[in-house]
């Protein structure tokens, strides 16, 4: 006679919700509980002896969750996706617009349905992805073929592309979860703010009356508010590590060329590059490893084919700065221009690389960087590159030429300085040559010309990296981000010559105000950034989270 003890029965109410039936292990059988239950009072089990029992164990903490930690609870049975994936969508809820945050642009409706395949195939002993049930935040202007991909206009309201972007499809082919889409400038014009015609304002978690930077605060607030456990972002000119550094995360801007920017809206397409925002090293190194590598449809791809590492994990070491050479940028900290808060952080965080090991090589410069800046190295692409993104959308193409919404009005105040800047540039090119309106980099000689000075001036200094405040200033009044811009350490050097470069969290001021660290290296160097930038966290552990979004009461 089948003899169940009353622990197996304990042990069975403790199990997750969705293990005990309905959906999950046995979701195949939806009586198997009640069967079981039957059988034990059959057999005389007493249920007394679960008093002490916990039939609803609490939910999973997801406030600062990591990717590790989420995957280690699902396996060892203390949540499930489904939990976890829902209690995201809660926060989002309780949180976002009730604050005045408006992070969020779009959450997804299959997002639960999708936490329970993962939970079945689990069940399953199928093969688990990297990413499995990490809840990813997605930028407005990443292509879902589920979702609207708005670029952050009006104008495009509504547009659901036909596939996804490279970045999404490499995520959701690993096991992550597309959570929501984020706010973002209006086509990620603006390094000041994050102003939509298409969703509206979003704020900084931690401190609602101010900016998180443009153009991918949204997924800045909502990653630091743990609406996600990470998210994605682009970057032109800033829009990564800005945000980033605004909102005390960790964002990487890849070396033109390791990373895809397929199916991404584009602001300029030989300058945009697309990555990861997290709260950790880690997470930005395990998103990393996924996002990271060729696409055949994004002829940028093709120079760093052979360049990407086969783990960036493997290079988070706590013990990575000991005897690197680091140059201090202080053009990039000058007392004249930037706040003393934050410069003081900054003096700060060089003690803290000092005495993490690290060997600090003060006045680091580039010969004539102002005048290699200012040699002709942005071009006005952003009609050529939209034309060439609205084609890719075939019939479903609201319109041919971006510019038609300085006709129809469909856009935001602050998006029309840069329209009618842009304005300027071909929509088309001659149809005989087929190329773009300027030189690509790897063909265009000031950019060229930049990237060899850059280097040159770190191998004269025999320095493996270079470092610098993300911004010199706190994060503008929200009402006042236009006027009070200042301190963007992000535009011009990096992008201009296609370097990698990432921002960590560096500290606070003024109470709640976060400062980002960055750390410039030389060409297809990130799994040296990688090492650099965990060193430097774990030596400080400078990240908290806002207090403005705690965590949920059960």
């Given amino acids: 006679m089948v003899d169940p003890s009353p622990p197996l029965l304990c ?34 089990t007493p249920l007394v002896a679960c008093a002490n029992a916990t039939p609803d164990p609490e939910p999973f903490p997801v406030v600062e969750a990591s990717i590790r930690g989420i995957q280690a609870a ?106 929501a889409k984020t706010n ?18 979003t704020a900084n978690a931690y401190a609602l009356d101010r900016t998180p930077a443009g153009s991918s605060g949204g997924t800045a607030s909502g990653v630091a508010a743990s609406f ?51 709260r950790s090293v880690e997470d930005a190194a395990r998103v990393f490893n996924v996002v990271a590598g060729y696409d055949r449809r994004d002829p940028y791809t093709e120079a760093g084919r ?69 040699g002709g190295v942005f071009c006005r692409r952003f009609r050529y590159d939209m034309h060439q993104y609205l084609q890719s959308l075939g019939e479903s193409a609201p319109m041919t030429d971006v510019l038609e919404v300085l006709e129809t009005g469909a856009y935001g105040a602050d998006a029309q300085g840069g329209l009618n800047r842009f304005a300027e540039g071909p929509l088309d090119v001659h149809p005989a040559d087929g190329d773009p309106p300027c030189p ?32 010199s200033h706190p994060p503008a009044p929200l009402d006042r981000a236009n006027e009070e811009y200042r301190g963007d350490n992000s535009q011009g050097l990096v992008p201009a010559a296609g370097l990698p470069a990432i921002t960590v969290p560096m500290g606070f001021t003024y109470g709640n105000l ?3 660290l960055q750390i410039m290296g030389r060409p297809w160097s990130e799994g040296l950034l990688f090492q650099l930038a965990y060193a430097y966290e774990q030596a400080t552990q400078h990240r908290r989270p806002p207090e403005h979004f705690p965590p949920l009461d059960r």
């Fill in 11 to 44: 042990r069975f109410l403790s199990l997750p919700r969705a293990f005990r039936g309905g959906k999950g292990a046995h979701g195949s059988c939806p009586d198997f509980p009640i069967r079981l239950l039957f059988l034990l009072l059959l057999t005389g």
């Fill in 74 to 179: 699902i396996m060892e049975g203390r949540a499930t996706c489904r939990e976890v994936v829902q209690a995201y969508l809660d926060r989002i809820e309780a949180y976002d617009q009730p604050s005045g945050l408006g992070a969020i642009s779009e959450v997804n409706p299959r997002a639960l349905e999708v936490a329970d395949s993962l939970d079945d195939a689990l069940a399953r002993g199928e093969r688990l992805g990297s990413l499995f049930c990490a809840p990813v935040l997605v930028k407005d202007n990443f292509d879902t073929y589920d979702l609207p991909t708005t670029g952050g206009s009006v104008a495009l309201a509504g547009s659901i592309p036909q596939q996804d972007a490279f970045m999404v499809q490499r995520i959701r082919e690993e096991g992550g979860v597309i959570l």
């Fill in 184 to 201: 973002m400038a209006e086509w990620a014009f603006s390094p000041r703010q994050t102003v939509s015609s298409s969703y509206g304002v």
């Fill in 228 to 278: 996600g456990v990470v998210g994605l972002g682009s970057d032109t000119g800033n829009s990564i590590r800005g945000p980033s550094s605004h909102l005390a995360l960790v964002g990487i801007r890849s070396t033109l060329g390791l990373t895809s920017r397929m199916g991404v809206v584009p602001l300029a397409f030989d300058r945009d590059v697309a990555g990861p925002m997290t």
């Fill in 306 to 374: 052979d360049r990407v590492e086969d783990d960036y994990t493997s290079f988070l070491d706590v013990d990575g700065l000991e005897g690197k050479r680091i140059g201090v940028l202080e053009a990039f900290a000058d007392p004249a221009e930037g706040d003393t808060a934050v410069l003081a952080r900054f003096s700060q965080a060089l003690e803290d690389l000092r005495e993490a090991g690290a060997e600090l090589v003060p006045g680091f410069q580039v010969p004539d960087l102002e005048v290699l800046l200012s």
């Fill in 440 to 471: 690509d980099f790897h063909e265009h000689e000031g950019r060229q010309a930049l990237l060899v000075a850059v280097t040159a001036a770190m191998d004269e200094a025999q320095v493996d990296a270079v470092v610098f405040p993300t911004w």
């Fill in 514 to 516: 976060p400062a980002g």
